[in-house]
T-cell receptor
Framework: GENVEQHPSTLSVQEGDSAVIKCTYS??????FPWYKQELGKRPQLIID?????GEKKDQRIAVTLNKTAKHFSLHITETQPEDSAVYFC????????????FGGGTRVLVKP | EAGVAQSPRYKIIEKRQSVAFWCNPI?????LYWYQQILGQGPKLLIQ????????DSQLPKDRFSAERLKGVDSTLKIQPAKLEDSAVYLC?????????????FGPGTRLTVL
């Protein structure tokens, strides 16, 4: 089955700096890659996703890049703010698996004012 | 649009006791998922339903866990008997049934503590 590795496990950045989280996946059939943000004690919420027919997607301060050849994808947060502090999870899904998501282990991001 | 509802939000039980969690997905969402999230880890899929049929239960510990979605709407997940290692947050998610991969919307979760 699919295996998703996520790095780093913790990331501390100064407010205004950029944050980058990287994920690798094992199943070449995966074609959907969402990113979820989970604040302490709350539900995971989708912040951005990318499908395999594009290499990059951007939404304001958040961008995701995908390299299908290397089987890795990354989340980029620019101009970080204290409210960006949370745990971020990447996930991968092969369409043939009925939308089954396999999650990475998570990255705890701390934005210091 | 109302979100995914779960109850209870918290549950504390002794090991070997049984427990049940309830989930009501977003109206019209055909696919429902139960995930287990152990502290410090990503969610792990336990079971996936499409309408009232099971699509994937390969990671469900079937000797103690069971789940049902009898009318294709709400769902219950049961653990009997519970073990210490079952302490986790149990998340329910739902997604619509349309072509291609779809966004999964999560409920607030049930935090289970097994003593």
């Amino acid at each position: 089955g699919e295996n998703v590795e996520q790095h780093p496990s913790t990331l501390s950045v100064q407010e205004g700096d950029s944050a980058v989280i990287k994920c690798t996946y094992s199943d070449s059939a995966s074609n959907y890659f969402p990113w979820y943000k989970q604040e302490l004690g709350k539900r995971p919420q989708l912040i951005i996703d990318i499908r395999s027919n594009v290499g990059e997607k951007k939404d304001q301060r958040i961008a995701v890049t995908l390299n299908k050849t290397a089987k890795h994808f990354s989340l980029h947060i620019t101009e970080t703010q204290p409210e960006d502090s949370a745990v971020y999870f990447c996930a991968a899904s092969p369409e043939a698996a009925g939308n089954k998501l396999t999650f990475g282990g998570g990255t705890r991001v701390l934005v210091k004012p | 649009e109302a979100g995914v509802a779960q109850s209870p939000r918290y549950k504390i039980i002794e090991k070997r006791q049984s427990v049940a969690f309830w989930c009501n997905p977003i109206s019209g969402h055909a696919t429902l998922y139960w995930y287990q999230q152990i502290l410090g880890q990503g969610p792990k899929l336990l079971i996936q339903f499409q309408n009232n049929g099971v699509v994937d239960d390969s990671q469900l510990p079937k000797d103690r866990f069971s789940a049902e979605r009898l009318k294709g709407v709400d769902s219950t997940l049961k653990i009997q008997p519970a073990k210490l290692e079952d302490s986790a947050v149990y998340l329910c998610a739902s997604s619509p049934l349309t072509g291609g991969p779809n966004t999964q919307y999560f409920g607030p979760g049930t935090r289970l503590t097994v003593l």
